[in-house]
C-alpha cells in the first residue's frame, strides 16, 4: 500500500466521521439571516457589535491613544523589574504571527471577488472597530494573568473569565467562569491543532508545490510532502521547547521581515501600476456604497469585508489575550493599548495592501472569479503579482511559508496554554501535548482533513460568543485600568516615577507554582 493510498483512506474515513459534526455545528455558528437581499452571518454581527460598542465605551481609544500605544511598544514605559517573560514588542509581533496567515493573502483575495472592491473599505472599518475590541481582552487577559513560581505566565480567557466574574459577580460568578474557561480551552485547543496548525502546513505546502512544477514537480510526490512536513515540524518543535521567549524571539524578528517582504511585493505592483491608483481607489469606495454585481447590494458588500475582517484580525476570540499576558508590565490597559495596534496592522495594513495590488493588477483570474467561474483565492493574488514580474509568484510563496509557519508557531503555544489548563502543567503532561502537535504538523502536508478544519473554524468562533459577553461584563474593569495607566504616564511626564501605582496594579497577578 502506497503512502497516497493510505493518506486519502485517512482523510475519507475523518472525513466522513465528522462531516456529520461539522455540518451540524457551522450551521449554528455561522447561522444567517437574508436582509434586503444579503445573507448576514451572525457571528459577524455579533463581533462587528462589540466594536461599536467598545469604541463607544473607550471614547475612541483607538484614535485618541493611537499615538501612546506606538511610544508603549517602543519601549517608552517599560519596567524591566516587573512581572512577565516578553517586552511589549515582542508580545505584539508574537500575537500577529498568529492573525497575520493566508487568510490576509487567499481570504481577501475571495472578499474581493465576492463582495466586490467595495468589500476593501468595510474591512477597513471593521478593522479599526476590532481594534477596540482587542484593547479590552488584551487588557483583561493581563490583568488577570496567572505567574507561576518559574517566571512562566499563563493568560487568556480561560484565566480572565473565571476570575473576573468571581471578582465581579462572587461565588455564582466563579462558578459560571469556571465553565467558561474549560469550554474555552477546548475550543482554543481545537481550532490550535487543525486551524492553527495542519491548515497552515497544508495551505504552505501547496503553494510550495505550484511553483516548483506541481504534481509532477520536485515537491509534487508524496515523499516531497513528508519531507517538507517533517522539516516544518522539527522547526515548531524546536521552538516550542524554549516556550514563549523563544516563540517571541523567532517572531519579533520573522514578522517584520514576513510583513516587510509582502508589503514591498504589494508596493512593487502599485508601483508599476501607479497611474491607475487613483481609480482603484474611486472603485473601491464607490463599490462599498453602490456595488455592482454583488448579492445584496451596499450590505452584501459590508457583509463580506466585516467577514473577511473578523476572520482575519480575531478581535474578540480571546486567542490574542494568551500571548499578550506573558509581557512585562505592571500596567494591563499599557499591553491592551499595544494590542490595539494588532488588527491594525492585520487588517487594515496587510489586507488593504492585498485588496488594493489585486484591484489595481486585475488579474485575469479575478474577472473570472467575479463572473462566478471560479473563487481562486491565493491564485489571484499571485496572479496580481505575476502581472508585474512573472518570478513575483515566489516572492509570494516566501511571504506564504513565512506567514505559516510563524502562524503555526504562536497557535501551538496558545494550544500549550489551554492544554495544561486542562490538564495540568507537569513536565508529561507538555511533553504529550508538543509530541502531538508536532506529529499534525508533520500530517498536515500529507492530509487535508477539510471537514476537521471546518469544524476548527466553527468551534473558534463559538468561542467569540462565550468571550465577548465576558468582555461586556467585565469592561468597568477595563475602564478603571485604563485610567490607572493614564495616571501613571502623566505621572511619568512630570518627571514622577508612578512606581506606588504600578505596584498596585500588579497584584492582580495571581502567583501560582
Known amino acids: 500500500m502506497t503512502l497516497d493510498s493510505i ?97 490576509n493573502i487567499a481570504g481577501v483575495a475571495v472578499a474581493v471577488s465576492i463582495g466586490g472592491p467595495g468589500a476593501t473599505f468595510w474591512m477597513i472599518l471593521c478593522g479599526l472597530l476590532g481594534m477596540a475590541t482587542k484593547f479590552v481582552e488584551v487588557t483583561l487577559g493581563v490583568k488577570y494573568r496567572e505567574v507561576h513560581a518559574d517566571g512562566t505566565v499563563s493568560g487568556g480567557p480561560m484565566h480572565y473569565l473565571p476570575r473576573g466574574l468571581a471578582e465581579r459577580f462572587g461565588k455564582n460568578g466563579k462558578s459560571l467562569g469556571k465553565v467558561l474557561a474549560v469550554l474555552a480551552s477546548i475550543m482554543i485547543l481545537f481550532f490550535g491543532l487543525f486551524g492553527g496548525n495542519l491548515f497552515q502546513v497544508n495551505q504552505s505546502y501547496a503553494q510550495l508545490v505550484s511553483v516548483t512544477g506541481g504534481e509532477d514537480g520536485m515537491m509534487g510526490s508524496s515523499g516531497g510532502a513528508l519531507f517538507f512536513g517533517i522539516l516544518v515540524a522539527a522547526l515548531v518543535g524546536v521552538v516550542l521547547l524554549g516556550g514563549i521567549r523563544s516563540i517571541a524571539a523567532v517572531t519579533s524578528r520573522l514578522v517584520p521581515a514576513m510583513a516587510g517582504i509582502y508589503i514591498a511585493a504589494c508596493l512593487v505592483v502599485i508601483l508599476v501600476h501607479v497611474t491607475a491608483v487613483p481609480a482603484a481607489i474611486v472603485t473601491i469606495i464607490e463599490g462599498a456604497f453602490n456595488p455592482e454585481g454583488v448579492a445584496g447590494g451596499i450590505l452584501g458588500a459590508l457583509i463580506i469585508g466585516f467577514r473577511r475582517a473578523a476572520f482575519s484580525n480575531e478581535a474578540g476570540l480571546g486567542s490574542a489575550p494568551i500571548a499578550h499576558s506573558a509581557v512585562k508590565t505592571k500596567h494591563p490597559a499599557s499591553e491592551g493599548l499595544v494590542a490595539l495596534l494588532e488588527p491594525f496592522i492585520d487588517t487594515v495594513i496587510i489586507c488593504t495592501m492585498t485588496a488594493l495590488t489585486i484591484v489595481i493588477a486585475n488579474p485575469a483570474s479575478w474577472g473570472e472569479a467575479r463572473d462566478g467561474e471560479s473563487i481562486g483565492g491565493v491564485t489571484i493574488t499571485s496572479d496580481a503579482f505575476a502581472t508585474v514580474l512573472p518570478w513575483f509568484p515566489y516572492i509570494l510563496t516566501v511571504a506564504v511559508m513565512l506567514f505559516a509557519i510563524s502562524t503555526v508557531l504562536t497557535w501551538g503555544y496558545y494550544g500549550l496554554k489551554a492544554w495544561t489548563y486542562l490538564f495540568g502543567r507537569s513536565r508529561v503532561s507538555e511533553t504529550v501535548y508538543k509530541s502531538l502537535y508536532t506529529l499534525l504538523a508533520v500530517a498536515g502536508s500529507l492530509l487535508t482533513l477539510q471537514t476537521l478544519i471546518d469544524l476548527a473554524d466553527a468551534v473558534l468562533f463559538m468561542l467569540a460568543v462565550i468571550n465577548i459577553i465576558g468582555l461586556y461584563l467585565l469592561a468597568p474593569v477595563v475602564k478603571r485600568e485604563l485610567n490607572s495607566f493614564l495616571e501613571y504616564v502623566r505621572t511619568r511626564k512630570a518627571g514622577g516615577t508612578g512606581g506606588e501605582d504600578g505596584d498596585k496594579d500588579d497584584e492582580s497577578a495571581k502567583v501560582t507554582v
Do not use: C, M
Open 7 to 103: 493518506t486519502q483512506n485517512i482523510d475519507e474515513s475523518v472525513s466522513g466521521f465528522f462531516e456529520p459534526i461539522a455540518g451540524w455545528l457551522g450551521d449554528i455558528v455561522f447561522y444567517s439571516v437574508t436582509i434586503a437581499g444579503a445573507d448576514v452571518p451572525l457571528i459577524v454581527t455579533w463581533l462587528g457589535l462589540a466594536g461599536i460598542v467598545f469604541t463607544g465605551w473607550f471614547g475612541f481609544v483607538q484614535v485618541r491613544k493611537f499615538r501612546l500605544a506606538v511610544d508603549v511598544v517602543r519601549g517608552k514605559y517599560d519596567d524591566k523589574d516587573s512581572a512577565g517573560e516578553v517586552n511589549h514588542f515582542q508580545a505584539l509581533t508574537a500575537a500577529v504571527s498568529g492573525t497575520v496567515g493566508l487568510g
